[in-house]
């Protein structure tokens, strides 16, 4: 969904989850590369922690990190370890809850209200604004693209009139 306008950016998705095992590399025109890593929810690749570590703490010029929080169940353990991780490390993340058009309003209301409340009390280097998504539907697709090219340096500012 997030490079759906962008028919210059190849990206194959799976139908099914888990399957992603090694970083897959997207350079977007000459602007930036974004990287998708595997999950590190219960299908994570065994080499999972070593190949990730290894890739955060040696990206010097790493702009943001991009946690997919599914919308429908809300942060799990695997969720708290990540975070965890990118506090110990320092990197600057933001969370992003997927699949929103899979949960009834009043259980996504309820994770949004639990992840904000857990962003504010318990993290320092997360973005405290959370992005609501849905690839089936686009929802929040372009806020998230936008905050994307924000923090690539490629949104253009715009003064106030």
Known sequence: ALFSLSPEV???VSK???HTK???FFKVGKYFTLVDMPGYGYRAPQDFVEMV???LQERH???RTFLLVDGVVGLQKTDHIAVEMLEEFGIPYVMVLTKIDRASRG???KNVLEI???VKGKTQGCFPQLFLVSSLKFSG?????CFVAHVTGNLPAVEAS
């Open 141 to 145: 697709v372009h806020l998230l693209r």
């Open 53 to 55: 570590e290894a890739y």
């Open 61 to 63: 010029n790493l702009k």
């Open 16 to 18: 099914t989850p888990g």
């Open 116 to 118: 904000q409340e857990f």
């Open 10 to 12: 190849e990206v194959r």
């Open 107 to 109: 259980l996504l209301l």
């Open 22 to 24: 090694k970083m897959n």
